[in-house]
């Protein structure tokens, strides 16, 4: 009876499954960062880095690029309380940025 116990479940969960799950629970959002003609592109770069640590040099850099020739950015794709979390840290940086569903 004890080997009932530890054997595995006969059954077994997809990752699209998780994953489909996880979305349905956990819609994901942009965060979207704007150009400005107050801040030089050197502190763009560096509030990214700042404000959402997961980004690197060339991610902020690519980030910052595509803002300054289109006029917006997506920094990052999350849940929404993370993507909130992101935003006002961008904002405490006098950047423009907002979240919209993705």
Sequence with gaps: MPDKILA???FQVRPEEVTRNL???LPPYKVIVFDDDIND???VIFALLQAVNT???QEAEHIM???????????V???KEVAEYY???ILSYNLIAT???E
Excluded: S
Excluded at 65 to 75: E, M
């Design 8 to 10: 595995q479940p006969d």
């Design 23 to 25: 979305t349905r629970l």
């Design 41 to 43: 592109m050197v502190y």
């Design 55 to 57: 980004l690197t040099q």
């Design 65 to 75: 690029l595509t803002a300054h020739l289109t006029g917006r950015a997506v920094v």
């Design 77 to 79: 794709v999350c849940p």
């Design 87 to 89: 935003q006002e840290r």
């Design 99 to 101: 979240i919209e569903p």
